[in-house]
T-cell receptor
Framework: QQQVKQSPQSLIVQKGGISIINCAYE??????FPWYQQFPGKGPALLIA?????SEKKEGRFTISFNKSAKQFSLHIMDSQPGDSATYFC???????????FGTGTRLQVFP | ETGVTQSPTHLIKTRGQQVTLRCSSQ?????VSWYQQALGQGPQFIFQ???????GRGNFPPRFSGLQFPNYSSELNVNALELDDSALYLC???????????FGPGTRLLVL
């Protein structure tokens, strides 16, 4: 059962553009929603995370928008750069076990 | 501050063999989680260790087992390897009460 659905599967953006990746979840008990960035051959690296009591969080060029009623959250990458080319995963967790449920990933390519 | 380290980086085994993967948690972290990431997929939670005991398990058979040591480092053991066990195995560490998980670079396992 896919508890976190992520789209699109791949995304091509021109340098300087805005990259938008969307995720939807099913379990209303989730209370933590991180985004990870993964380069080929590397482990996922935490980008930014949000809790459901906040509707938006911004860190540098990265912004999470959170819609609790729609059970959706999205990652916006402003002024996208070729160095942002990677696979991005949304995830969700609940409670004390901290078990992360990941989306299927979005491969972002930023062209100069 | 030392990050999460994993060994070995790559491993080739044949079907039916056993394998042990190792993880050293980030300094100050007492919880270790293991994930399996098949090619082109998001990481899947295997299990988590806290205070040297299993603290939550995903949908993986008993031939996947683990250990956590007093220094919080951890091992993942897989018995009776199957071809489908070929994947990147990721270790993530975190601290009690903190949701954020930090991933290591992973161990790439190939089962022939």
């Amino acid at each position: 059962q896919q508890q976190v659905k992520q789209s699109p599967q791949s995304l091509i953006v021109q340098k300087g553009g805005i990259s938008i990746i969307n995720c939807a979840y099913e379990n209303t008990a989730f209370d933590y929603f991180p985004w990870y960035q993964q380069f080929p051959g590397k482990g996922p690296a935490l980008l930014i995370a949000i809790r459901p009591d906040v509707s938006e969080k911004k860190e540098g060029r990265f912004t999470i928008s959170f819609n609790k009623s729609a059970k959706q959250f999205s990652l916006h990458i402003m002024d996208s750069q070729p160095g942002d080319s990677a696979t991005y995963f949304c995830a969700a967790s609940k409670g004390n076990t901290d078990k992360l449920i990941f989306g299927t990933g979005t491969r972002l390519q930023v062209f100069p | 501050e030392t990050g999460v380290t994993q060994s070995p980086t790559h491993l080739i085994k044949t079907r039916g063999q056993q394998v042990t993967l190792r993880c050293s948690s980030q300094s100050g972290h007492n919880t270790v989680s293991w994930y399996q990431q098949a090619l082109g997929q998001g990481p899947q939670f295997i299990f988590q260790y806290y205070r040297e005991e299993e603290n939550g398990r995903g949908n993986f058979p008993p031939r996947f087992s683990g250990l956590q040591f007093p220094n919080y480092s951890s091992e993942l053991n897989v018995n009776a390897l199957e071809l489908d066990d070929s994947a990147l195995y990721l270790c993530a560490s975190s601290s009690t009460g903190m949701k954020t998980q930090y991933f290591g670079p992973g161990t790439r396992l190939l089962v022939l």
